[in-house]
């Protein structure tokens, strides 16, 4: 018997020409929105993923990291973070982080994709953990950019939790600096935002480079920081946005003291040490950043290959 | 006209279930030597590759960044480095980054298989840039552990850079506590080794945990760091082991300041911050090592898939 | 999106050296019996398949092709078939063709994988079309050889529809001159059997050779055919061995005219020019069959790649 | 050592959904012409290989096939044929076997890529065995169907050897009504061409049936036929059309005599019983030919995916 070989692949194109490719057991679900192509599957070595456009969005194995580190450092970031807007976030773990700070009070999470979010709900347990039912928490499937164009609310911290910018995708318009002017007007006096900031792998820097130099055309403070999450294949880029606080101000110490005042439960990933590395980019990722500059704007978007 | 498609490709097989893809435009050489087989190819997002027994070595992209944080960190480690000694670095790269430090007086790099070193110097010349031609080094085609059995000479840096410990591959007799044990006798007083710790890919750190905690059972200071160098395709690891000096003890500034007075040329990748950030490993990492012990021994061998 | 493009694959691996690969929209059913991995997937460009161990058995899109080709050549062969015996047969359709001959009183089909059977009934209707339930039907999960060693029952035909013979598979046994030497025994006077040879590719010939040199060894008619079923991603043949009459002694008119009076409803790909094409191998197939003999036996077994 | 594993890959995409990888051993040459991107290969399982725009032309262990099926059939079905125009060709395979007639006083081969024809010249010498420099052999480096527009002579064979008709590709205008009616004018009394006519899988028959009811448009007897290429994937048609003869009104005996009697050496594929096997298609690709006409036309060309 051939057990010890794979012959079920899922196939994630980085790029024309770099693959991750997959071993699988089952194709848990598979099903099309209007906006995109839903799968979810199980993995050998990744366990339970989700796929949107056959690009991976999370795995069981390794989703703890992403979405530690989208949340707490944003979160931490703010004194007292009560109102917080998720934008997309269809798995419920960017909502299940938020929602171990005691200090919240309202969560709403904005996703296009009603039929994404109700495919995570049943077959991703795992991830959401019963957040879709905490009665701190809201959630409209609508155009999250219209939404917040209507809204006069002020949020403590929005947390955009959104796939990459591909043509034709239900996202790019979630990139450009009109959106991040819109985002900043919304936040309260020391909002935060943080979102993916797309691979740190040299060949692909533009899209990192881009959100950062579009974010610091519109935010006071901005930081990027590096996480290894291996179910996407690359290296990947987080960014922290703030009106008022910068994030590495704050020394392992008083993150590891914010966490045990802050946050209930243990977490896996984050801690000070782990603030301290992610935030301490390597030489050539802050060069990076110093070229020259490309601003994301609503007529001059960003596409990624998918 | 197909251009935008690759169709020629050289698949990584990272673990049975795993695998990462890359479209090539050429293949510059394939051998075999008694040893291993041996390619050199053109790959459309990381140029040029050296590829030992099916499995990526080092790429013209990001070849820097691994050659960068196996040296550098190391030489520094020690105040005055003069002698040292390179296990395998067949690339030539780990000795252009010698190299650069003035202090260094005698380089012996002993690599078993010859036609790899000249496979490289033929083809790799972005890696090596003549450093086999500097009159300070030496080169051995030899098992560099049975060499350091019969040698009393003392090194003060020792570097490994070697491929994976795989059944009937070359290199897993350079992975156990009895290696471990004879590198220790063969440092001066001040000495320091450093070596690739395998990925740190949750799914897959059995290695890790393993190599770092056998370190830990022969030297006093054993300090593992992480770096993403994607065209390995997984995040990867390093370990630096002393007798004397712990690198988690050097600031920021310190260790710019030791690169401004003690290498020549620029960096592209390593410098205090990049130093700070690749010690500061995330909590899951610590903690592996925490986890039931493994010690790697001759007569009780670590293979990896291949 | 990227629905022109498929990121889901199943890949049969024909060598070593040689994949074929199938985008699959669904997993349908995942098991494993004490035999073999059993897969049922959707593909898209072959609808629904069978895959034991990793290789394709039959696809809805061209398995009228394989089963109508195994069938009706043998069945046709003999004058009055009453009384048939199907070794293997799980998907059901070898059991559905044989039905379609209203000669038939009573087919016997022994298989080895109750697992395999249940799954082909209940998620390949197209294939089996209700045939299990079929008065004349009786079905044993067994060992077909050991089964037919110790029964006296004689048969006008029988039909080996198995997969290839891999080392630990359930198959190999049932490919040797042993074998093929207890069929002639329990054949009756006109007796004739078919079965699956192998590839017709060039690089594998030796299991064509080598199987019908065997049949050779044993049957005074070996009639070796060849056709094309393009899920199988390489060329096929069958062979058709009888104790009393040569297949090729039809005209496609005598064919024609048999099926009209002795086959229930339409064929798909078997006529009398179908039988006269299959049947006139090209040149290089019939010089293969000249060369060195090699016989397979039970203590000389031939294993083909998985 | 994983010798018995392929890492390098050239993967053909017969489809979207469907692909066909061999393992390789050498990339012998890569270039790009005006017309398309050209690859010679060195395979595990076929040995050297023509591939142009990444799909599969010819390989080393089964281009007899297809230049014996392609040539021999439409040289023996005019009576005396002396004056040959070959349409592309570029291995030079099919005029090695038009040379074996020693009726031929003239062979025409235009080829519109000159580099395709030279990398052949060079890397292919198993394939064209000197046939460039036969003094009976012409070739220009020219549109082919231009040429034909502005020429008068009449040939006795045409022979069509070019690659798929896709989008931009070289090919598509070579395979409408327009080109044949030119085709018909050109040919002597008894004037033959002989084409590739496409895959015979069941889930792509459009081509093959495209091709053949355009043929029947244009000339009064079409005869097509399939053989089994397995480097190709995918079994494959041929069609020969003439203005007078029927191929298939020839018994195998008179073909073998022919043969005999008008070719010099020995053919490995073709003889009177492969020629009566592949004009005997089964049923179901017969049937294709009587559904639905879909005629190939200059403003209505037929693509194919690549």
């Given at each position: 018997m051939s057990s010890d070989k794979s012959y079920k692949w899922f196939v994630d194109h980085l790029s024309p020409h770099e693959t991750h490719g997959h071993g699988i057991d089952a194709l848990v679900f598979s099903g099309k929105s209007d906006f995109q192509e839903i799968e979810i599957l199980d993995s050998k070595s990744y366990g339970r993923c989700l796929v949107l456009d056959g690009k991976?969005?999370?795995?069981?194995?390794?989703e703890y990291i992403y979405h530690e580190a989208l949340v707490h450092p944003a979160m931490l970031n703010h004194?007292?973070?009560?109102n917080i807007f998720v934008v997309?976030?269809?798995?419920g773990a960017t909502v299940r982080e938020i929602l171990?700070?005691?200090?919240?009070e309202h969560v709403l999470m904005v996703d296009i994709d009603q039929k994404v979010v109700e495919a995570c709900k049943e077959h991703l347990p795992q991830w959401?953990?019963?957040?879709?039912?905490?009665?701190r928490v809201e959630l409209k499937f609508l155009d999250a950019r219209k939404y917040l164009e209507e809204t006069k609310t002020k949020y403590d911290v929005i947390i955009i939790d959104i796939s990459e910018p591909v043509?034709?995708?239900?996202?790019?318009?979630?990139?450009t600096k009109e959106f991040y002017h819109l985002l900043i007007d919304r936040l309260s006096e020391a909002g935060t935002i943080s979102l993916q900031a797309g691979t740190t792998a040299p060949p692909y820097l533009i899209n990192f480079r881009a959100v950062c130099q579009t974010l610091l055309n519109v935010f006071p403070i901005v930081s990027p920081y590096q996480v290894s999450m291996p179910s996407f294949g690359l290296p990947w880029a987080f960014a922290l946005a703030s009106k008022?606080?910068?994030?590495?101000?704050?020394s392992p110490d008083e993150i590891d003291r914010h966490i045990a005042e802050r946050i209930e439960g243990e977490l896996k990933f984050y801690d000070g040490i782990t603030h301290l590395g992610q935030f301490s980019l390597p030489k050539y990722l802050r060069r990076e950043l110093q070229k020259k500059k490309r601003i994301i704007e609503d007529n001059q978007p960003l596409y990624l290959y998918v």
């Amino acid at each position: 018997m051939s057990s010890d070989k794979s012959y079920k692949w899922f196939v994630d194109h980085l790029s024309p020409h770099e693959t991750h490719g997959h071993g699988i057991d089952a194709l848990v679900f598979s099903g099309k929105s209007d906006f995109q192509e839903i799968e979810i599957l199980d993995s050998k070595s990744y366990g339970r993923c989700l796929v949107l456009d056959g690009k991976m969005q999370s795995s069981e194995i390794d989703e703890y990291i992403y979405h530690e580190a989208l949340v707490h450092p944003a979160m931490l970031n703010h004194p007292n973070p009560k109102n917080i807007f998720v934008v997309g976030g269809g798995e419920g773990a960017t909502v299940r982080e938020i929602l171990r700070h005691p200090s919240v009070e309202h969560v709403l999470m904005v996703d296009i994709d009603q039929k994404v979010v109700e495919a995570c709900k049943e077959h991703l347990p795992q991830w959401h953990m019963g957040a879709f039912d905490d009665p701190r928490v809201e959630l409209k499937f609508l155009d999250a950019r219209k939404y917040l164009e209507e809204t006069k609310t002020k949020y403590d911290v929005i947390i955009i939790d959104i796939s990459e910018p591909v043509e034709e995708g239900p996202a790019y318009l979630l990139y450009t600096k009109e959106f991040y002017h819109l985002l900043i007007d919304r936040l309260s006096e020391a909002g935060t935002i943080s979102l993916q900031a797309g691979t740190t792998a040299p060949p692909y820097l533009i899209n990192f480079r881009a959100v950062c130099q579009t974010l610091l055309n519109v935010f006071p403070i901005v930081s990027p920081y590096q996480v290894s999450m291996p179910s996407f294949g690359l290296p990947w880029a987080f960014a922290l946005a703030s009106k008022l606080t910068d994030p590495t101000s704050f020394s392992p110490d008083e993150i590891d003291r914010h966490i045990a005042e802050r946050i209930e439960g243990e977490l896996k990933f984050y801690d000070g040490i782990t603030h301290l590395g992610q935030f301490s980019l390597p030489k050539y990722l802050r060069r990076e950043l110093q070229k020259k500059k490309r601003i994301i704007e609503d007529n001059q978007p960003l596409y990624l290959y998918v």
